[in-house]
Nanobody, 120 residues
């Protein structure tokens, strides 16, 4: 099994900052991609930022320049540093990790979600 632990969500006023963290554990052999998605009611779950084992990091256009994704490989951990937050950033943020388990089967695991609310 692969497990994700998410933290860092909360309430922040517009223009403020938050940092989300996600740590993967369990029967992980390798990680091919790890990052964050977000979802609001009535909309699809959209990519926020993701990094791959090849070193590429992709950001949604709406967050580029404001959010920074960092990965600590040895800890199977990613951090999403969010600055200049806007009300439209309000969503449930989900960590995602994909790769291979120790018995070399493919996994694609989602976290339980953490709420980020940007409001005065």
């Amino acid at each position: 099994q692969v497990q994700l632990a998410e933290s860092g969500g909360g309430l922040v006023q517009p223009g403020g900052s938050l940092t989300l963290s996600c740590t993967a554990s369990g029967t992980i052999y390798s990680i091919n991609g790890m990052g964050w998605y977000r979802q609001v009611p009535g909309k699809e779950r959209d990519l926020v930022a993701i990094t791959t084992s090849g070193g590429s990091t992709n950001y949604a256009d709406s967050v580029k320049g404001r959010f920074t994704l960092s990965r600590i490989n040895a800890m199977n951990t990613v951090y999403l540093q969010m600055t200049s937050l806007k009300p439209e950033d309000t969503a449930v943020y989900y960590c995602n990790v994909r790769g291979y388990t120790s018995d070399y089967t493919v996994y694609d695991q989602w976290g339980q979600g953490t709420q980020v609310t940007v409001s005065s």
